[in-house]
């Protein structure tokens, strides 16, 4: 089967400018994560949704980051404006509807701030 | 924060050789998983260990929790080259339906020749 599908790949941009990051997840899986991984460290979550409502945005810097999820399915992820401490690589999961279950990732996108 | 803590945070052994890397955590949780990453593959998922489960294998892999000292092991048996990566552990809190994945830092495997 396909797996999770991100686009970019690389992004490199200039402090205050905007950013947006695509996520096509496995087919039939009900709940996306967006996780940001910073060098060196283990990933941190962003956002969950469970189909088209937001599960879980605690972690998220809301005065900049922004996700949407349209028709339960694709995703994206915006930062506006970018900050210097935003380059990391971030990374899409998705899983079954039920808690518990292993969570796919994809390939992530680079993003390099300046 | 992160909640767990991967030990040691860098693993050098021979090939052929067994890798046992552990992983402390601070509060209750659902379950705990490991995971592998590498530059080839990115973050892939090795094993799901539930919280009134002790131990799980799977092919090479054996992982145990221990939930009174909120610690959990994986151990990788006759390590290969391409076992060279980094391993997260990652637990999931218990309710509410959110079960977003809260990592470690990892653990850096390098497997030598």
């Known amino acids: 089967e396909a797996g999770v599908a991100q686009s970019p790949r690389y992004k490199i941009i200039e402090k205050r400018q905007s950013v947006a990051f695509w996520c096509n997840p496995i087919?039939?899986?009900?709940?996306l994560y967006w996780y940001q991984q910073i060098l060196g460290q283990g990933p941190k979550l962003l956002i969950q949704f469970q189909n088209n409502g937001v599960v879980d945005d605690s972690q998220l810097p809301k005065d900049r980051f922004s996700a949407e999820r349209l028709k339960g399915v694709d995703s994206t992820l915006k930062i506006q404006p970018a900050k210097l401490e935003d380059s990391a690589v971030y990374l899409c999961a998705s899983s079954l509807i039920y808690p518990g279950f292993e969570q796919y990732f994809g390939p992530g996108t680079r993003l390099t701030v300046t | 924060s992160q909640q767990g803590e991967e030990d040691p945070q860098a693993l050098s052994i021979q090939e052929g050789e067994n890798a046992t890397m552990n992983c402390s955590y601070k509060t209750s949780i659902n379950n705990l998983q490991w995971y592998r990453q590498n530059s080839g593959r990115g973050l892939v998922h090795l094993i799901l260990?539930?919280?009134?489960?002790r131990e799980k294998h799977s092919g090479r892999l054996r992982v145990t929790l221990d939930t009174s000292k909120k610690s959990s092991s994986l151990l990788i048996t006759a390590s290969r080259a391409a076992d060279t990566a980094s391993y997260f552990c990652?637990?999931?809190?218990?309710?509410?339906?959110?079960?977003?994945?809260?990592f470690g830092k990892g653990t850096h495997l390098i497997i030598q020749p």
């Open positions: 087919s039939g899986h009900a709940t």
């Open positions: 990652a637990t999931v809190y218990p309710g509410g339906g959110a079960d977003g994945l809260t």
């Open positions: 260990i539930r919280s009134n489960e």
